[in-house]
Structures are given as structure tokens and as C-alpha cells.
């Protein structure tokens, strides 16, 4: 099966509890599936890097998180992955970001 995980922060280079989750659930899928992670690239070099298994797709420059909520940005870089992943994936999971209220 292909999935495709859509979440701005990557695990190891943002560590919170949701890049975590991802990072643990994509690497064990990834002993029997192809596993996609689409978000911020965090990392230096390509674009499209492998980390432990899990195929990691840089859709943009590093960018400071969270500042004052969700912003427009947010939202388009989720649209923007949308786009970048195609439809041949055959499950997809897109963690919302923060809200602050």
C-alpha cells in the first residue's frame, strides 16, 4: 500500500508529540508499505530524502511555527502538499495544525 502522511514539522528536526506519532507509525508501516511524509524541509540537500523507511518530501523552506496561530500560510502549504502528492496514494492522513485561541 502507498500512504502519504501531510504534516509541517518533521520528526527528528521539530520534536513534539505529533512528529513523533507520524515518525512512529510511518517506520513501522514502512516494514510493509511505501510511507510518504510531505512537510516543511527541515533537512539540508535533496528534496526527497529517506529517513528510516519513511520517504520525506521537502515542499518548502524551513519557516518559524506557530506564531500568533494558524495563518494563511498554514493553509496553503497544506493545499501545496495536497497538490505535490498526486492521487495515486491509497490512504493519506493530514494532522491540523495548532490553533491558538
Same mark, same amino acid.
Given at each position: ?17 505529533? *512528529?513523533?506519532?507520524? &515518525?512512529? $507509525? !510511518?517506520?513501522?508501516?514502512? +516494514? /510493509?508499505? *511505501?510511507?510518504?511524509? &510531505?512537510? $516543511? !524541509?527541515?533537512?539540508?540537500? +535533496? /528534496? ?6 519513511? $520517504? ?46
Amino acid at each position: 500500500m502507498k500512504i502519504a502522511f501531510i504534516y509541517d514539522a518533521v520528526y527528528p528536526w521539530i520534536k513534539g508529540g505529533a *512528529e513523533k506519532r507520524i &515518525y512512529e $507509525i !510511518g517506520r513501522k508501516l514502512a +516494514n /510493509e508499505h *511505501e510511507v510518504h511524509w &510531505y512537510g $516543511i !524541509g527541515w533537512w539540508e540537500g +535533496n /528534496e526527497t530524502v529517506d529517513n528510516d523507511g519513511i $520517504i520525506l518530501h521537502g515542499v518548502c523552506e524551513p519557516m518559524q511555527l506557530y506564531v500568533d496561530g494558524r495563518s494563511i500560510k498554514d493553509a496553503s502549504l497544506e493545499s501545496f502538499c495536497r497538490a505535490q502528492m498526486g492521487g495515486d496514494y491509497e490512504q493519506h492522513s493530514f494532522n491540523r495544525y495548532s490553533h491558538k485561541k
